[in-house]
Each structure stands twice: as structure tokens, then as C-alpha cells.
């Protein structure tokens, strides 16, 4: 194991506890738990778009 996946693996486990601890608080301190959990969370990457579907969007105008 690297050094990143066990960055990764302490991300996750601390945006657990923190998850449970939000559980348990009153919707002040919720909100603000949830917040740092985001710290926590991995970046996700967009992904990319199929040129296909790009250009069946919703359009309006059918």
C-alpha cells in the first residue's frame, strides 16, 4: 500500500465518523459536520462526454 491509498482509506474512515457524529448532533453543528465531511470525501473527476449524447440535450425547442 502506498502513501495515497492510505491517505484515501483515512479520508474515507474520518468522513465516516463524521457522518455518525452528524447522526447524533443538533442541526446546527449537522450542518456544520457535513460540511467538513466534504473535506474528506475524494475529489471526483467529471466524466467525460459522449459526443453522441452531448448533442441529444433537452432540448426546448422539439
Do not use: H, W
Not at 463524521?18 to 456544520?32: C, H, N, V
Amino acid at each position: 500500500m502506498g502513501p495515497t491509498m492510505l491517505d484515501e482509506e483515512f479520508n474515507r474512515q474520518r468522513a465516516k465518523i463524521l457522518r455518525e457524529l452528524a447522526e447524533q448532533s443538533d442541526p446546527f453543528i449537522k450542518k456544520r459536520l457535513l460540511n467538513l465531511v466534504q473535506r474528506y470525501e475524494p475529489k471526483r473527476q467529471p466524466m467525460p462526454v459522449d459526443e453522441r449524447f452531448a448533442k441529444c440535450g433537452d432540448n426546448v425547442d422539439r
